[in-house]
């Protein structure tokens, strides 16, 4: 009568394991490489939809016909072939965690594979909602505060632009402007513009990863809602200083970050305790707690016998 925790049969020597990693590793790689192949075909309306918080930006700002140049015959290539990899690997992603967990799931224990799939169903979703989060809320904030300092003259760059390459652009003046001093108008980059909106997105899909992580580590006993809660203090500067590091100098911005990855710390913290009171039902069931007792007594009976032990005075 086999038990119910086993790990799974296998007695496969160490050349074996190297194989099937190598089987898994190609078929990863194989994924990836459809995923880009795909993404690449619909790479231009990506782009387009990457970057419309800084088109309506500029719309606002009274440009009508916004513009974003590149500046190198290769520049808007590579920027598409940019997009197909972000793209493609998250195309690819269900294959590949497939193929880790089918990799890393005969070493597991069947109760430790029941905790384990929930988290890697758990984290693909929480990273699209906080890249959802930064491309709808986040980055035109950041638009709106970065390209609002610049008393933009988008009439007179439009006039001087129609007249320089012979075509008459929609909105444009058509007589000559001159006027004293410089014309300051904002010519982006595609390049620049799109690193700027990936890495927001990058940045919010990461920290919206703290309740799987925290979770996950809860559920491991590496963390207690106890521990967490009474670090709160030290949470709020780490995250302030997060918020200071990935978003621009703009107090909006920085506040609405601190805002979403702080209630995400408290939401962590209250799923770390349902994970221990799961845990302390478990173990009443098996009799190893009574039913006045929970971890947290287990933990300090066992720091007041080291006390003890460590003062024979008491």
């Excluded at 390049?191 to 909106?197: A, F, G």
């Excluded at 920290?207 to 521990?227: D, E, N």
């Excluded at 995250?239 to 962590?268: H, K, R």
């Amino acid at each position: 009568m086999s038990q119910p925790d086993e790990i799974e049969d296998s007695s496969a020597p160490l050349i074996e394991h190297l194989k099937e990693l190598r089987m898994r590793l190609i078929k990863s790689v194989i994924a990836f490489i459809i995923g880009i192949v795909l993404a690449f075909t619909v790479a231009e309306p990506i782009l387009q939809f990457l970057l419309k918080p800084i088109e309506e930006t500029l719309r606002d700002l009274g440009d009508p016909a916004p513009v974003l140049q590149f500046t190198a015959p290769q520049e808007y290539l590579f920027t598409l072939f940019r997009i197909s990899m972000v793209f493609g690997f998250a195309l690819a992603f269900p294959v590949i965690a497939h193929q880790l967990w089918r990799f890393v799931a005969p070493g597991l224990y069947r109760t430790e594979k029941a905790a384990f799939l929930p988290f890697i169903i758990a984290s693909p979703i929480m990273f699209l909602l906080g890249a959802s989060f930064a491309l709808f809320i986040v980055v035109p904030l950041a638009m709106q505060f970065l390209l609002g300092f610049a008393d933009f003259s988008f009439a007179g760059a439009l006039g001087m632009l129609s007249t320089a390459v012979g075509i008459n652009v929609e909105g444009a003046p058509t007589d000559p402007i001159v006027n004293e001093g410089l014309q300051i108008t904002f010519l982006g980059k595609v390049n620049e513009s799109l690193d700027l909106t990936l890495k927001f997105i990058m940045a919010f899909g990461l920290c919206f990863q703290l309740p799987v992580l925290l979770t996950l580590m809860g559920k491991a006993g590496l963390v207690s809602a106890r521990g967490l809660a009474s670090m709160r203090k030290y949470a709020m500067v780490g995250i302030l200083v997060l918020a200071a590091l990935v978003t621009p100098p703009d107090v909006i911005t920085q506040l609405i970050l601190f805002v979403a990855v702080y209630g995400l710390y408290e939401i962590s913290i209250q799923l770390v305790r349902m994970v221990e009171k799961k845990r302390v039902q478990q173990l009443r069931e098996e009799g190893i707690l009574g039913e006045d007792e929970d971890l947290y007594s287990e933990f300090d009976d066992d720091e007041g016998e080291a006390e003890a032990e460590a003062d024979p005075k008491t």
